[in-house]
């Protein structure tokens, strides 16, 4: 995680090279914020500052896994991207996306609000083997909190079938 300073830094940096004294080494072409490579640089110092990030586990397999997440991200598209869980994140169809069948910590369970009718009727489609009392959820159901924090949650079976 970057800090505000060097953003601060990074945006002196930009005003330098791009001010009319100091041509030099950069020759103000560089340093601009509009050209590809300053682009990538800048990006690389303030994407991730105002941005919290969680760490939890997920249990796939019997195997636990570390996961790093942005606060409000859905969790089905963190799982998706995670290299050693995506393979249990399938496409449930081109509309929806990726999906997991998650088992959710009873710690977790307790901030979320009671799922509706529909909600029900989609993990009873989709998941093998749901739980009752809230504690199955589709990924696609659940956005990073804090509560997260240190938590652990359990990937479970799908029935892989498409919808539209």
Known sequence: LHSKTHVQHVNMLFSLASSSSSRGLTDGLLLRRSSPLAMIFYS?????????????????????????ASVNEQLSKVLAKHRDVMHAVPIISPMLGHDAHVIVPEEVRKELEELTGEEMDKIEELCSEPLDGGRSRLASQLRVSESFAGMTFAVKGMNRIMRT
């Open 44 to 68: 690389s110092f303030t994407s991730d500052v105002n941005k919290s990030t969680v760490d939890f586990k997920v249990i796939l397999d019997g195997t636990r896994h570390a996961v790093s």
